[in-house]
């Protein structure tokens, strides 16, 4: 009884919190910006977890996904592939945030300060349990092999992280030169692109690709300026970004070398994502000018209470779902393998396989809402009363993007002590230190 009493005073606690913060919004704040924030990890994480295909056969455990058993899923891939709407949303939203810092006279190395305290440090809890979860599997003799899969799988999410820290250093710039050139600065960075992929394809320059990863989404991340000055605004100029990108979306799939698939597909020589190509881009303009149709009702809508609320609360840990979701699933994965295969001998793509997705997603998110719960406070952190110089704040935010893109990529296992990777774990870490970010200061 004092249990359920707990849990349910908890419960009206948290949604008492979000609905005094909801309540203490100002009119002139466009919440549209915030749901589509929300909608975006929503679907990221729902397109995970649906998109999860494990199972045991031979009695091995083979880690897979659908885009690789059933080739009609990867249609799907257009609507669960929101990663340009971040951009867009962070483009919109640094755009307000730099112009107000300017405006009170804060200098840069203080705003910075501020972004890189609210990006690193709920991702450093994260990665510390991996070290400590590898640590412990390598202790008990457990084949490094699955532990690095298992680790790289749970990091995925925090590539975005390594790109976005990277386009948050360069808003001074980016925001200046929408200022100045306006959709110039959005159409060189598009050319840009343009070149790249034809270096890319046409050249065999594969490690020029690489550079894709900031035209491509600097590129979406322009957009969120055009929008936040209402030159994306209405139905007539949504619909217009829309036929465009959709025009040169399909062109790029049925007449150029790019795949179906809007994230990567085991086996597949071409992916539109690693490293991101144009295609991405076309997608990203499509879903932009698609989202932005529906502003104005959208925003009529989100002027009631309780829409309002949900959505505060959501974004209130939104960046703690976001990391934690696929550790969630993988530790899920690990327990059902660990007890018997439970749920894991049905294969992929069969009638049965699909009647068991709910539960699994069910089984998902009841995992995921302790680190919900747990870890969103790091969400709140505060950056502290010390200003660090911009050269220090620049340079740890490099290592920073260098030490999540490469953790994100083959994970945390490695050939140094405790079998981990010492150098490439550190480097985020001493990014951390030298920008001042303490998750655990409030």
């Given at each position: 009884m004092n249990n359920n009493s707990t849990s349910s005073s908890s419960r009206r606690s948290i949604w008492s919190q979000a609905s005094a913060m909801a309540g203490k919004t100002p009119e002139s704040r466009n919440r549209y910006v915030d749901f589509l924030r929300a909608l975006s990890i929503f679907a990221v994480v729902f397109g995970h977890w649906l998109m999860a295909a494990p199972y045991v056969?031979?009695?091995?455990?083979?880690?897979?996904?659908?885009?690789?058993?059933?080739p009609w899923t990867r249609w799907m891939t257009w609507v669960f592939q929101v990663m340009p709407v971040f951009f867009l949303v962070g483009g919109f939203s640094n755009g307000i945030s730099w112009q107000s810092a300017q405006r009170k006279g804060q200098t840069y190395a203080g705003w910075l300060q501020v972004r890189l305290q609210r990006l690193v440090g709920p991702v450093l809890p994260l990665i510390v349990l991996w070290i400590l979860l590898a640590i412990?599997?390598?202790?008990?003799?457990?084949?490094?092999e699955a532990t690095k899969i298992a680790s790289q799988m749970a990091l995925i999410p925090i590539w975005f992280l390594a790109v976005y820290v990277f386009v948050v250093v360069l808003v001074p710039i980016t925001?200046?030169?929408?200022?100045?050139?306006?959709?110039?600065?959005?159409?060189?960075?598009?050319?840009a692109a343009i070149v790249d992929d034809l270096l890319f394809f046409a050249a065999d320059l594969q490690a020029v690709g690489w550079l894709n990863y900031a035209f491509v989404w600097l590129a979406v991340h322009q957009l969120g300026y055009a929008w936040r000055d209402g030159y994306m605004a209405g139905v007539k100029q949504g619909l217009a970004w829309v036929i465009g990108g959709g025009v040169v979306l399909v062109g790029l799939i049925t007449i150029g070398p790019y795949p179906i698939s809007m994230v990567s597909v085991p086996g597949?020589?071409?992916s539109n994502t690693l490293p991101p190509k144009i295609s991405m881009l076309a997608l990203g303009i499509v879903q932009c000018g698609l989202l932005l149709s529906f502003e104005v009702p959208m925003r009529r809508w989100l002027s009631r209470a309780t829409p309002w609320t949900v959505v505060v609360l959501v974004n209130s840990m939104i960046m703690t779902v976001f990391l934690w979701h696929l550790t969630a699933s993988t530790l899920a994965i690990?327990?059902?393998?660990w007890f018997g295969d439970i749920g894991l001998k049905v294969l992929p793509g069969t009638d049965s396989w699909w009647l068991l997705r709910p539960v699994w997603l069910i089984v998902y998110l009841v995992v995921l809402l302790p680190f919900a719960l747990g870890f969103g406070r790091f969400e709140r952190g505060t950056s502290g009363?010390?200003?660090?110089?911009r050269w220090r704040l620049v340079a740890s935010a490099l290592l920073i993007c260098a030490g999540l893109a490469l953790l994100a990529l083959d994970g945390v296992v490695g050939d140094g002590w405790f079998g981990l990777r010492i150098v490439v774990l550190a480097l985020p870490f001493a990014g951390a230190v030298l920008a001042g970010v303490n998750p655990l200061r409030r």
């Open positions: 056969a031979d009695g091995a455990i083979h880690i897979s996904n659908m885009l690789e058993h059933q412990g599997a390598n202790g008990l003799g457990l084949r490094p925001y200046s030169a929408w200022q100045r050139y306006g959709f110039w600065s959005f159409g060189v960075l598009v050319v597949q020589e071409v690990a327990f059902a393998h009363n010390h200003i660090y110089p």
